[in-house]
């Protein structure tokens, strides 16, 4: 047998001679491997075998480039001079240091000679790349090119600092307090701050006749902690009015707000809502990690075919995506992350939305405000002529927002929605019954995407379940055919609750010439989705079981996917 000389070493054939990794944690981690479906990487992290540095270091190794550690290196602002920030977010790249006539660049790919090129171009400097992570990229571009510095610069944020020994939500005496008590203060820092290292996406305060209730809502699930005294929650009601800019005296009727804030370095939005019930006023503050939205297309829990037909619909020049779902089911994140993958200086992107959840950069993003009469509608009239490339409007909710986002998605824009729907073949009927035409909608709609957050098991506690035959059987499953299925013990990790973090089921429907045919001859749902399956597309029920079956979920999961 001849052995390929430039045959490359693999990332674990690397750790194992770098002597980070041994061989039997190598076995157990392939079984891993082969259970999950992750990638080999992604589980050696996962168990704590190597880190992730150490991970990076052998791909640097394997692709014969360097590795730096930007944890480890000094933001210097004064390098911006060099190399602008616009090229930087292009190549996700940053500066790092200046010796001499050269100069050290972290990126995601050190092998990209065009960038390389570009670079020294606009640099008048050798540039010398270095591999370094997209996340840890991301958050040193903020430290060079700018981005939240705290209360200093920003009046209305909050800037939260936990301390060790606040590691759990404060507890609050049975006293009487002001909102700028410092006790008050240390309260709702900590309370925000507990619900962001938990992964929150909601925090509840809701007096009842004798206490106060504090929930969090993890993992699409609201969770009871210990709450306040109840003497003490109109001063934090107060605090968090303060934080948010609402009339601390207003308490009969709903009010809405925000905070901007800065918690261990990371940038946070909070909306908050206030209701008046009859034991008092209920705060829900709704968590957007602004670092969240930066994820790529390939982690949110797309197949290989589903992918390919979005990135496809993404880079046409014109025509319409549609995502439905209904609230809190990824709809934002998922259209967010595309428009993240087309965002490039030659492309001008302007969104419509209510709320803005996330701000993104040289994105130009509006505020549906309707006592001003700027609706999704009128600000559809108004933005063509802003001369945009991509259009994307937070929600199509009645005819004239849809024919005039149809007729620009035929005029060479490319628009962006979403609706309320069940699936992605009612998409269309839906359209239908606003009053567009069915020309209009088989010739503008390239893509519908329908999706629902299904929770992922806990690594920590993974373990084999035992699931009857009968309920296999009630998903649609042969148990002949079922090998094995897991779920969750539960442990410190995850609450007890056997699930950690959540990813996405898609139910991706491509406007083919068949199904546009179909469209304009007024076909049924029924008829549309048989051809829609004969092309390839998995109903969001078998998408969820495909994840179980990989070891992504839990058979529970599946049946709450009632699709």
Partial sequence: MILDPFKRKSIEEILLDQGKLTSEQLDYAKKEKEESGDDIAEVLIRLGMVKKDEVFEAVAHQKGVNYINLSEARADETLRKYLPEQLMRRFKAVPVKKEGESILVAMTDPMNMIAIEEMERASKLRVNPAL???????????????GFTGLSDLTESVEVEIKPED?????????????????????????ISEAVRKNATDI???????????????????????????????????????????????RRLPQDGKVRAVIEGEKVNLRVSTLPTVFGEKIVMRILQMSGIFLDLETLGFSDRDLNAYKEALNAPLGMILVTGP???????????????????????????????????????????ADIDLTFASFLRSVLRQDPDVIMVGEIRDRETAEIAIQSALTGHLVLSTLHTNDAVSTLTRLRYMGIETFLIADAVNLVMAQRLVRRICPECKKEADVSDAVLRKIGLDPAKVEKVYEGEGCEKCFGSGYKGRTAVYEVLRITEEIERMIVEDATDMQIRQEALKDGMVTIKNATKMKMLQGHTTVDEVLTVTL
């Fill in 132 to 146: 370094s992570s997209q996340e840890a990229i991301e958050k040193h571009q903020e430290k060079i090119y700018g």
């Fill in 167 to 191: 590691s759990e939500i404060s507890e609050i005496e049975d006293d009487e307090y002001d909102a700028e008590d410092k006790p008050i203060i240390k309260y709702v820092n900590s309370v």
């Fill in 204 to 250: 509840h305060l809701e007096p009842m006749e004798e206490d106060v209730l504090l929930r969090l809502r993890i993992d699409g699930e609201l969770r009871e902690f210990s709450g306040p005294a109840k003497k003490a929650y109109s001063a934090i009601i107060s605090r968090v009015k303060i934080l948010a800019d609402l009339d601390i005296a207003e």
């Fill in 327 to 369: 609230t809190g089911s990824g709809k934002t994140t998922t259209l967010y992350s595309g428009l993240s993958l087309i965002n490039v200086p030659e492309k001008n992107i302007t969104t419509v939305e209510d709320p803005i959840e996330y701000q993104l950069r040289r994105i130009n993003q509006v505020q549906v405000k």
